[in-house]
């Protein structure tokens, strides 16, 4: 059996996935059709060795967490890139989901404030804010 790293952009099936920039893109998409808030990219690539990109955004709601966290799994994978790894619940107020090279992360407006991603990363990396 063949083991892929996260870096691969070839599936097992031999099809390509998504290369990391335009993923990353698909999921900004996919959180500003969900109405989540605050939405930034931060490029990690040249800091980190485990992904590309980190998509960090803001939920309201346990119901949007959900609403997130369904749609962005079912349509990924359908794009061929299924969810590798997923952390948090949403009644946590954080939720993680790792599709490889691009890792998201969905906060509720305090465990943002707590985190401070974009502070801790920003020093190293890029970010980059999307508006509605």
């Known amino acids: ?44 690539g040249k800091a980190s060795s485990f992904a590309d990109y980190f998509v960090l955004a803001t939920a309201h709601s346990p119901l949007q967490f959900g609403a997130i966290v369904e749609r962005l799994g079912h349509e990924l994978k359908e794009a061929g890139v299924p969810p590798r790894h997923q952390e948090g619940r949403k009644e946590s107020g954080w939720v993680l989901i790792d599709f490889g090279d691009v890792i998201v992360h969905v906060f509720s407006p305090e465990k943002r404030e707590y985190y401070r991603l974009e502070e801790l990363w920003g020093r190293t990396t890029p970010v980059v804010r999307f508006t509605g």
Not at 3 to 14: A, E, L, M, Q, T
Request: hydrophobic letters at 45%; aromatic letters at 2%.
């Open 1 to 44: 059996m063949l083991c892929y790293s996260p870096r691969d952009r070839v599936r097992r099936n031999g099809a390509r996935a998504l290369e990391p920039e335009p993923l990353a893109h698909r999921v900004i998409d996919l959180l500003s059709e969900l109405q989540a808030e605050d939405i930034a990219l931060l490029d990690i």
